[in-house]
């Protein structure tokens, strides 16, 4: 359309309204607005008879044989109109869990309402007013990418969710996953159109495809897009580990011929990177007892949380509950048996840790490891032989969660020179474990 537009003497879109509305019978018939949208930014008019109609007076100008020229507008705007944009406007991205935000604690674990949001209130912290930097930057037309670093649940997917949440309804998010991350994103990214995010949680799955160049193409065409007018703007952000992100960035040795994998991924990461601390500073916990009272999982999380592992604290609830839910016959009889031998029920507040216990008045087993303390609750030298094929399960976490039982990894006592203390590891509570006791358990073991 716009080769017609210079063809025909570029025009005023004046003139080019008034010819539009002589020869038109449309009503009401395409009116400035609609021939500047079409012509100078690009836009596919809502009406495929006002494309037409525009076609005509152009082609008339042109001095260009008009019913061909229409016969070809026409196929054009029902091609555009049927190619489906990537992703989804952002109107409809409402789920966050859709976008591997990682879930929250809630009532499932005890003390809370039910009713609360899905996600906690969000706490603002130094690494949001650095994403949103990048965000003005898309706004105002240029394409940017940022990079969230740290470890595992510590509020980077969540930041890029809150940061989304600016920029208008007319924007669109695309999250390439199917039928892989990087073939999905290495497919796609020629397609993206302007005022679209793309969503590349744990980056590494896009750039490091081990034993392929695959990851390297997907950094290639990621740079491509970044500097291609016609697509800006777009915001790429991106979510990864400490030492993925060192991996890829890493320069090559110094000595000729040393193999290079991650270059193109290099330059593409160049000044993306933002840090996510692990740890709320004072500042940050200032401002989160400012938010607690709108939300309890907040002042909670900051009675309970370890050394202002917050954002930790909140996600690996969730995690812990969906392990007992789901582990295996032995490993969960354990666990049940070191809640009944704490003596106590279950903390929703604490891993439960293995503290076996006899009473007093009972004969101590013949052959049983117990440590010669006198107390009438000794700890154990080593695992149960019936419990050590289930310590290796128990005493690793997830991402997002401590072990299940932390001190398995660090409390059992070796030493002849026993106190009858519980193991050092014990002492300090865990994050949430939660009350399995009170939905799943009848009575003790």
């Known amino acids: 359309m716009y080769e017609a537009y210079l063809a025909a003497g570029s025009p005023t879109l004046e003139d080019l309204a008034a010819d539009v509305a002589c020869i038109s019978d449309l009503d009401p018939a395409p009116g400035l607005e609609v ?18 109609a525009i076609a005509v007076v152009l082609a008339r100008r042109a001095a260009w044989h008009a019913d061909d020229f229409v016969l070809l507008i026409r196929s054009l705007w029902l091609k555009a109109r049927l190619t489906a944009p990537l992703g989804q406007p952002l109107r409809l991205v409402t789920d966050p ?18 009713g609360l949001p899905p996600l906690p209130v969000y706490v603002e912290r130094a690494h949001d ?9 898309a706004l105002k037309g240029t394409s940017t990418m940022a990079v969230l670093i740290g470890p595992s649940s510590t509020g980077k997917t969540r930041a890029c969710w809150e940061a989304i949440q600016e920029l208008p309804d007319t924007w669109r998010l695309w999250h390439p996953i199917v039928p892989g991350r990087a073939e999905a994103a290495l497919t796609g990214i020629g397609g993206i159109g302007p005022h679209t995010v793309v969503w590349l949680n744990d980056t590494h799955h896009y750039l490091t495809i081990p034993g392929t160049g695959l990851g390297e193409r997907v950094a290639a065409a990621l740079r491509a897009l970044l500097r ?8 790429v952000l991106g979510i990864i580990w400490p030492e993925h992100w060192a991996q890829l960035v890493q320069e090559p040795g110094p000595h000729g011929g040393v193999e290079d994998p991650h270059a193109q991924a290099r330059y593409l990461l160049a000044g993306t990177g933002i840090t996510v601390p692990a740890i709320f500073s004072a ?53 049940e048996a070191a809640m009944d031998a ?35 609750r000794p700890w154990p030298t080593a695992p149960p ?34 106190t009858g203390a519980p193991p050092a590891s014990s002492s300090t509570p865990p994050p949430v474990f ?8 009848t009575a003790p073991i």
């Open 35 to 52: 021939i500047q949208a079409c012509l100078g930014e690009a836009k596919l008019p809502a009406q495929q008879a006002d494309a037409a």
């Open 97 to 114: 869990f859709a976008l591997e935000v990682h879930r929250a604690i809630d009532h499932s674990a005890g003390h809370f309402p039910h």
């Open 129 to 137: 007013e650095e994403l949103r930097q990048r965000v003005v930057q």
């Open 228 to 235: 291609e007018p016609s697509q800006a703007p777009v915001l």
């Open 283 to 335: 500042d940050d916990l200032a401002r989160l007892h400012g938010q607690a009272r709108r939300d309890p999982r907040l002042s909670h999380a900051a009675r309970h949380a370890d050394a202002g592992r917050i954002t930790q604290y909140l996600a690996g609830a969730p995690a812990l509950l969906e392990r007992y839910r789901t582990a295996p016959p032995a490993p969960r009889a354990l666990i």
């Open 342 to 376: 704490g003596g106590r029920t279950p903390s929703p507040c604490r891993t439960p840790c293995w503290k076996p216990r006899r009473r007093a008045t009972s004969p101590m087993p013949s052959g049983t490891p117990w440590a010669k303390t006198g107390s009438s």
């Open 385 to 418: 032989p019936y419990a050590a094929p289930a310590v290796p399960s128990l005493a690793s976490g997830p991402d997002a969660a401590p072990p299940l039982m932390r001190s398995l990894t660090t409390g059992w006592r070796t030493s002849s020179r026993n």
């Open 434 to 441: 939660g009350t399995p006791s009170s939905t799943t358990r």
